[in-house]
């Protein structure tokens, strides 16, 4: 099968590639067409999964498919943008239709559970690497930046955290036997399967100061809202909700340890006034406050009694030595 029969058999032809929504032109021609509303921005981001490097090589293609997407998809969650499409550029040593068609449906599966398009890409020979480009849309103004956070906010999370860290065991070492517990399973779940917060990141829209989606470690990707909006995160250790699952698969200990320090879980991190809480709780969202926000820089731990706890962990950095 050739580059172009391919693209069209397992990419082009996918449920997710139909035009419609903003997306006036796809796969095809030499660029895709989006039509943005006047008074809307364009919000774009890319990330690149490289084989050995952010994901085990084998591994299945269809979770493959549905991380590749998922990853970035949740920067336009933390952005507060509405999806619009994506774009893959996808490296490969050989074309295997087997891993191809698996690769599809997990990529599918995803841009169905997040209202998303694929409007075109490209093709190459090579080693294993998978680039999403990721567009979505957000009111003029109202995106929600890094650089907004004001002493006095609280700072708040939108879900558990760990679990994706906690999982990192299994993922590498690939134990069929331990990973059979229903535990195990929510782990590899959440490493495999994030779920991207979007309708979250819209209804934070004129509310949140500040925010991110976490894919770091929560202490490393607070100290880039910190270093952003020249302000001090304090967390409170305490408060920083975990997986219950992840706490019964692997400890309390460990488990604050994933939720600190662990990346993978794509849960958003922002701040908030706090007059803006009571509403969106009553609105029923996710929402759990682990700190606040203080004058100062960097991000500040403390422990049940207000003290400082030692940050010696940090999140991960390609390039550090
Ligand atoms: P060009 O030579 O103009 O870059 P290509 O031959 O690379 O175009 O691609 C042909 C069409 O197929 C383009 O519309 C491109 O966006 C799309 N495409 C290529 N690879 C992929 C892919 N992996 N997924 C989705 N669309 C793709
Ligand atoms: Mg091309």
Partial sequence: ?????????????????????????????????????????????????????????????????????????????AMGAA??????ALSMPTAEPGWL????????????????????????????????????????????????????????????????????????????????????????????????????GQALRGKATAALDISDGLLADCGHIAAASSVQLCIEQQRVPLSDALVRWAGQDRALQCGLSGGDDYVLVFTLPAGELQGLLAAGWPIRVIGHVEAGEGVRLADAGGNAVAVGLHGYNHFNA
């Fill in 1 to 77: 099968m050739g580059e172009f029969e391919l693209i069209r058999h397992y990419f082009a032809a996918a449920a997710c590639a139909r035009v419609g929504g903003d997306v006036m032109l796809g796969i095809g021609d030499d660029c895709a067409l989006l039509a943005i509303p006047a008074g809307e921005q364009l919000a774009i981001s890319t990330d690149t999964l490289v084989a050995g490097v952010h994901f085990p090589d084998p591994c299945d293609p269809c979770l493959l498919g549905q991380r590749a997407l998922a990853v970035a998809t949740s920067d336009l969650a």
């Fill in 83 to 88: 999806p619009v499409g994506f774009t893959l």
């Fill in 101 to 200: 068609e698996a690769f599809a449906r997990g990529l599918d599966a995803m841009a169905a559970n997040c209202a998303m398009r694929l409007i075109g890409g490209d093709t190459t020979r090579g080693p294993l690497s998978i680039t999403v480009t990721v567009f979505g849309r957000v009111p003029a103004g109202q995106a929600l930046l890094r650089s907004g956070a004001r002493a006095g906010d609280l700072l708040c999370v939108g879900g558990t955290l760990g679990a994706a860290a906690g999982a990192l065991p299994l993922v590498l070492d690939e134990r069929e036997s331990a990973s059979n517990s229903a535990d195990a399973q929510v782990l590899l779940d959440r490493y495999w399967s994030p779920q991207p917060q979007l309708t979250l």
